[in-house]
């Protein structure tokens, strides 16, 4: 692998462990789910230096640090998952360290060998591409393990598809995904073809994307720094689990029966007033439930309505702005602002697509 290109890899696996050493030090980062975001491109960054390690002399010098870092990705998807379904909804989470926890004690034996014996193995395996059944096991349980968390997180984003993060947390559970397509490349690479001829060429483009997701994370915490923001507000509050479960499903039962969302003037007091709770027992719930506050989640019901209304026969003679004023906003530049938002395209683009879709091909 080129000088430059080491470097260049080097050089990012550091700006994930510094920006990760930052983000700790921010308290609202630890007091909330953000902080297993967190610890997941911590140790991404430090598995990538690892990495990055095995091209120099770094092992033949420090021969004890040799797999110190194998273990970190079977702490990817716990993390993961920790990081987006909330804590209410999860149980038992040190289970998910237990395949991390096997994996360390498997390895304890080698951790506990000489250093001759270390830089022996180095040497007549490691450099020389030399695989084995360890090989292949450990990347196994890998993909195994990466591609469960893959679709149970999935599942789990579907269900909770309103939340204000939503497109963002699936962009991250791909790039998860990716991780595992890696490893199962390695396998495919490893297994049919001639590795050493196509292993530099496979490992340059492994690494350089591993980078990438370092860089896309860093620029993401500049572009969209409310991604780490607590919720701690809510930390010294007594509404129990319970009473929380029954508020949202009133919430959810006055929005879609009486259809208050039509409403131009609709304020969170009139909401609290359909529900008998009050106003701040409301925003902890639309906050934790739902993972959005009062406007986010009045519009989101708006841009589900008018999503149906674009489409409709019924109201093909309805202008743009017509559908807008319809559904409860005030204004056209709102309307917009928030389809784009939640359907991720303009109202015009969706129903050119969809009528795309119903045509014959």
Known sequence: MPAYLKFIIFILSFQGILTSIILFANRNVRTSNSKFLVCLVLF??????????????????????IFICSSFPYLFGPFLYLYIVPSEERKHNWLHFVPFLLFVLWLLPFYFSASEVKIGFLRTKIFRGVVDQDFYIYRWTLVAQILGYYMFIRRYLIKDSGHSQNRWRRSVNLVFLGFGINYLLQIMLYFQFDHRKYFILYYAIYMISMSVFILLFVSKILLVPELFKSRSKYNRSTMRKDQRELYSKMITSVMETDRIFLNKNLRLVDLAHKTNATEHQLSQVLSEHFGMNFPEFINSYRIDMAKQLVIDPNFNHYTIDAIAQEVGFKSKSSFYQSFKKFVGTTPSSYKKQHLDGLSPS
């Open 44 to 65: 991404f960054s430090l598995y990538l230096l690892g990495q990055s390690l095995y091209w120099g002399q770094f092992y033949l010098q420090y021969p004890h640090s």
